[in-house]
């Protein structure tokens, strides 16, 4: 074969385009696999078949997620005015006291437990806090009621140097998802693990606690089986 010759077929194969590779296979595979599985003849039960006719046919709106809880502003108004006459205090002191307890373990369902904090001299107690807590806000716990003013109890906390009452176990077991910063102290409550005020991994090193000592709870009284 002659040098001309050579070119022309170098010229050919490279003027050649590639071989078209089939990309749409597995996906046209999977679609059809979602098609069979939505066209698949799904069988009642048979249990109840008019009871499920009458419930496909039913034309009602059906929401998944649960309404938000809430409190108004004078439910709040008239805990703090409770909390203010029993202990004889200005409202904006009550108020530290709702905070200063839900942040240091009032949020605890463990009828037992009783924090006290003493704000100006005066001790208040959680147990007694949440008393007025429970008689105004009939459908929320007191831990229900301090997610939804998490970020006041933030803010309280720092200035009156309150610390949350998970700091000293996520100091002692789980140093590593902390950077050993001092607003960590007052972000460090059961109740922040879901605020987005919160930083993310300090809602994270929460949520690692809430799981074991779920995991704990359910060992110690043998509810999980191995």
């Not at 070119?7 to 597995?26: A, D, F, G, V």
């Not at 905070?99 to 007694?128: V, Y």
């Not at 000592?213 to 191995?226: A, E, L, R, V």
């Given at each position: ?26 996906t ?58 029993h ?125 074991d ?14």
């Open positions: 074969m002659n040098t001309t010759s050579k070119n022309n077929n170098l010229e050919n194969s490279l003027s050649t385009p590639p071989p078209r590779i089939e990309r749409e296979k597995t046209e595979v999977t679609t059809n696999r979602i098609q069979e599985i939505e066209e698949s003849n799904i069988s009642p039960s048979g249990i109840s078949d008019s009871l499920l006719k009458e419930a496909l046919e039913a034309e009602v709106e059906v929401q998944n997620a649960p309404e938000k809880t809430t409190v108004t502003e004078k439910q709040i108004s008239d805990i703090v005015m409770d909390i203010a006459r202990y004889n205090v200005p409202n904006n002191l009550a108020y530290i006291g709702l905070c200063s307890t839900l942040q240091a373990g009032g949020t605890n369902k463990n009828k037992r437990s009783n924090i006290k904090i003493t704000i100006a001299g005066i001790g208040f107690e959680s147990r007694k806090v949440n008393e007025f807590i429970n008689r105004y806000c009939k459908n929320i716990t007191p831990r229900q009621l301090a997610r939804i003013i998490s970020n006041d109890i933030y803010l309280v906390s720092k200035r009156y140097n309150i610390t949350g009452n998970a700091y000293v176990s996520l100091k002692r077991f789980y140093p590593h998802l902390l950077i050993e910063q001092e607003f960590e102290r007052f972000w460090a409550s059961d109740f922040q693990a879901e605020n987005p005020s919160c930083p993310e991994y300090i809602r994270t090193a929460l949520r690692h606690r809430y799981v000592k779920f995991t704990s709870q359910k060992k110690k009284k043998g509810d999980i089986k191995y």
